[in-house]
């Protein structure tokens, strides 16, 4: 037996059997042909083209109909590159030019429009890159057959332990067969995270060496609540786990029940509870999880998914879906946060040297003015329909709050000259998530309607650890009490400024990180769907006074490892259940 330590970014323990999909990009060796077997080549090549457009189209409508038209359009993408002469005419005329095999043709023909991509400035083309090589190795399984394909011809269902997996690999993948994933890369914020979970498919990532462990075959345990791979799990293991599978779909049921209760303390003060969403689409799932509204909709998934940038008719159907589908609760939408883990640098011809600090969020933006004016028109016609919240990511300088807000003004006045409908009156707040925010936040509440605190990236640029590298994954802690400080310093500039506060954060989503911030004033908390039951089961299990009791001993304590005991050792009191299974360390 072998216990492996990956980062939980999926919910859920299952146990199964190991499929390893080795999905090691390779190199197609060149070899010469006889000219009589050109036909031949030729033939291969139109049927592997013609049995991935097949297979494409099956996966397009299949993600339409579970996560709908804007998660689809990865495959749309794809289709639309496989269906383009100028990609596969010359894979045919190489084939008779240099007398080689349709595989190195294909091959060839995808590393060159690789090169070509990545050489484009447009980081909106970076985000291609992963697309195109996924593509690339679709179109190779049906020359000669690779992993990924016996996948769907799997008897049992499956565990796969991947070194890492693309977005549009675990979108396709079929629920009924791959019951979780663990793999060896990966942070909590990569798109495959976010995918999984999205999916509901328990996932572990991060994990280091689980490829180099984990046979085909083998029975494994993933816990997708605690970060945990277990190979060849032991009798009692695996009798533990059973018991645990068992304790959860209980407690699922129950905390389901919970969704139509209100979210109030025990001393009758209300939390507010709202999803954190990547497509409209996941809006209905969120209410029936007990969201009172959306928090934060990451628009830039609409070009992470995106055959071509989106267009403002584009923006404006995501949106209009996503007022309608709100039916007049909160909705916080935020301009597009590209950059930094959003697209892949390391692919990139001239990666920058630090991305998380480079061109992302807000600073894209404001670069990109065609560009995010096209959001800008799109959200504002979309104000018109029901209400809505609008919110800048990244937010480190006075400056950029005024450009963008600037922008925003601009738009409305373009549109009040097209005569076109908007609400003037949209609320425009921003993220706190660079500590330079979270220090000026007094300064920013002034110019701010409401500030939404993002752990994420507040973490990251406070403690100066990337939150996608597993390697520094321990140190990620947003229980560090230089992070306490902020938020407190955010939350007080809030009522000071009488503006709303919220956190959305993924550790908003954690019961004993929740009750911290009930205690540090936040009466506002977004997580992903799938944590706001647990979520409201502590809310409505507690009193304020406790919470800022644990707060106020949380702020006396020097280190994060002293804090995120105390708390998890307080909140575990509070909501045992919340817990369960989790070891004490
Ligand atoms: C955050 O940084 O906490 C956040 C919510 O934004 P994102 O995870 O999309 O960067
Ligand atoms: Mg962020």
């Known amino acids: 037996m072998e216990t492996l330590k990956g980062i939980a970014v999926s919910p859920g323990i299952v146990i199964g059997r190991v499929f390893v999909l ?31 457009i097949h297979e494409l189209n099956g996966l397009r409508e299949k993600t339409r109909a579970g996560l709908g038209e804007e998660a689809a359009k990865i495959f749309a993408f794809h289709l639309g590159m496989l269906c383009d002469p100028t990609l596969t005419r010359p894979m045919h005329e190489r084939i008779d030019a240099e007398r080689v095999t349709a595989e190195y043709a294909v091959w060839k023909g995808f590393e060159e429009l690789l090169t070509r991509f990545a050489a484009l400035p447009d980081p909106s083309f970076q985000t291609k890159v992963d697309d195109v090589r996924d593509l690339s190795a679709r179109v190779l399984r049906h020359l000669i057959g690779e992993h990924s394909s016996r996948l769907s011809q799997l008897k049992h269902q499956a565990v796969v332990v991947a070194r890492d997996l693309t977005p549009s690999q675990t979108a396709a993948f079929d629920r009924g067969q791959v019951v979780a994933f663990a793999t060896d890369l990966g942070g909590r914020t990569s798109h495959t995270a976010i995918f999984a979970r999205a999916l509901g498919i328990p996932a572990v990532v991060g994990v280091g060496h689980v490829t180099q462990t984990a046979t085909d075959d083998s029975p494994v345990i993933i816990d997708g609540d605690h970060g945990v791979v277990v190979i060849d799990p032991d009798e009692a293991t695996l009798e ?42 996941e809006i209905p799932t969120a209410v029936d999880c007990g969201a009172e509204g959306v928090g934060l909709y990451r628009t830039e998934y609409l070009y992470l998914t995106s055959t071509r940038e989106p267009t403002e008719e584009d923006h404006f159907a995501a949106y209009k879906k996503a007022v309608e589908l709100s039916q007049g609760r909160t909705l916080v939408i ?4 590209l950059g930094a883990d959003k697209y892949t640098q390391e692919r990139a011809e001239e ?11 807000i600073r894209y933006c404001l670069q990109s003015l065609p560009m995010f004016k096209t959001q800008l028109r799109a959200l504002l016609r979309a104000s018109a329909l029901g209400p809505m919240r609008v919110m800048f990511p990244l937010i480190s300088n006075t400056n950029e709050l005024r450009q963008a807000k600037f922008l925003v003004n601009d738009v409305m ?35 701010s309607a409401f500030f939404s605190i993002g752990t994420n990236d507040l973490v990251q640029y406070t403690l100066a650890v990337d939150r996608t590298n597993e390697r520094v994954a321990s140190l ?85 490892a002293a804090v995120a005991a105390f708390l998890r050792d307080q909140a575990r009191k509070i ?6 299974g989790r070891s004490a360390e």
Not at 251 to 262: F, G, I, K, N, V
Not at 334 to 337: E, F, G, L
């Open 413 to 447: 006045e373009d549109l009040d000259e097209e005569g076109l409908p908007f609400d003037r009156s949209v609320p425009v707040g921003m993220m706190v998530e660079v500590p330079a925010a979270a220090i000026m936040a007094n300064t920013f509440a002034r110019e």
């Open 476 to 560: 990620f802690n947003p229980a560090h009490p230089a992070v306490l400080q902020l938020i407190k310093e955010v939350v007080r500039a809030g009522r000071r400024n009488n503006i709303p506060v919220s956190c959305c954060g993924e550790s908003a989503g954690e019961p004993d990180y929740a009750l911290l911030l009930m205690g540090l004033g936040l009466r506002t908390l977004s997580a992903t769907a799938s944590s706001l039951p647990m979520l409201k089961r502590a809310v409505r299990s507690v009193s304020i006074q406790q919470c800022e009791r644990m707060a106020k001993r949380a702020l006396s304590l020097d280190s994060d």
């Open 240 to 281: 533990e786990y059973a018991r645990r599978i068992e304790q959860r779909a209980t407690a699922s049921l129950t905390l389901r029940e919970l969704a139509s209760l209100p979210c109030v303390t025990t001393d009758g003060t209300h939390v507010a509870l709202l999803a954190n969403i990547e497509f409209p689409e």
């Open 334 to 337: 935020r301009t597009v946060d």
């Open 22 to 52: 080795d999905d090691e990009r390779r190199r197609i060796p060149r070899r010469v042909v006889r000219p009589e077997q050109l036909p031949i080549e030729h033939d291969r090549l139109w049927k592997a083209l013609g049995a991935s």
């Open 575 to 580: 909501i045992p259940e919340a817990f369960d």
């Open 351 to 361: 990666p920058e040297r630090n991305p998380f600090l480079g061109l992302r969020s």
